[in-house]
């Protein structure tokens, strides 16, 4: 059984959206439940994350400076099978132990742009394990309203990280740490993936089913390159390392997507609720 502190965030968690207050608000949580080694129970944990490439997330093993490793990681040796919740949805995932060079490498980029984890590291008196966990499934998760509802929602995952980026430049001083460079490029593949996905799957369907949809589909499919270019000129400031000009990309960026996605749910949410069941592309 989680904790009372934990239990607390886990339902708040849970009856939210993945939105949390306190000490964890406006930043990357999930809920990963793992399968306990000795009891064969499920065990859930609240842990923040922080994005990889290739659409992985990794979490690290700190237990807050604890000496002895907590349960989950314990629990993923045995099994490294687990259920993820990002808040409004829910994958499997499949989990591996960082060894050697890549861990070293990635938990220093952490560790630049948050010092707390080489604080924890150092109390604890162990090397601090880092998991990555990646979808075991290359669909796309399981959402459970209609199509309509799912699209909502991964639109809600998108605003939602792309705030949480543009906080972390906006606090990033003087300079743009690897991390960062990592959460960036992350959200910008993950965007640009979603948006591939509808150009050949779902807006070509809409087009066959729902000739009616011709002038907003038409609309939305020029605003996709206009994201495109936005997301390649965002990339290319990202490697520059200049917050500044970093910000102003992601400003632009932000204004520009709002647009498309609010006009995108006025247009395609009713119709896609009465579709039968399908599931919308979307980011882990």
Not at 156 to 165: G, S
Not at 192 to 215: D, I, N, V
Request: aromatic share 6%; with cysteine.
């Amino acid at each position: 059984m989680p904790n009372e502190f934990d239990q607390q965030i886990i339902e708040e968690f849970r009856a939210n959206g993945g939105r949390v207050g306190g000490m964890f608000e406006g930043g990357r949580l999930l809920l990963l439940t793992t399968t306990g080694a000795r009891s064969g129970k499920p065990h859930t944990t609240p842990l923040g994350y922080l994005p990889d490439e290739g659409g992985r997330v990794l979490v690290i093993a700190s237990a807050g400076g604890s000496p002895k490793h907590p349960a989950w990681y314990h629990n993923l040796v045995a099994n490294p099978r687990a259920t993820v919740e990002t808040g409004p949805f829910a994958y499997q995932a499949a989990a591996t132990v960082l060894s050697g060079d890549e861990r070293d490498r990635v938990f220093a980029r952490a560790a630049e742009a948050d010092p707390g984890w080489a604080e924890y590291e150092e109390r604890s008196g162990r090397v601090l394990p880092v998991v990555a966990l990646a979808a075991a499934d290359p669909g796309p998760p399981e959402y459970p309203g209609g199509m309509g509802d799912t699209l909502k929602a991964i639109h809600e995952v998108f605003r939602r990280e792309l705030a949480i980026v543009r906080a972390e430049v906006a606090a990033s001083g003087p300079g743009i740490t690897a991390q960062l460079r990592v959460n960036c490029l992350a959200f910008c593949q993950g965007l640009g993936h979603h948006h591939t996905m509808e150009g050949q799957g779902m807006f070509p369907h809409l087009e066959r089913e729902h000739p009616e949809l011709a002038e907003p589909l038409n609309r939305l499919y020029a605003e996709h390159e206009t994201v495109e270019r936005l997301l390649t000129e965002l990339q290319a400031t990202i490697k520059d390392g200049d917050p500044a000009s970093l910000l102003g990309e992601i400003d632009r960026l932000i204004a520009e997507l709002e647009a498309h996605l609010d006009y995108e749910e006025e247009q395609l949410v009713p119709v896609l609720n009465a579709l039968p069941g399908r599931r919308a592309p979307g980011p882990r």
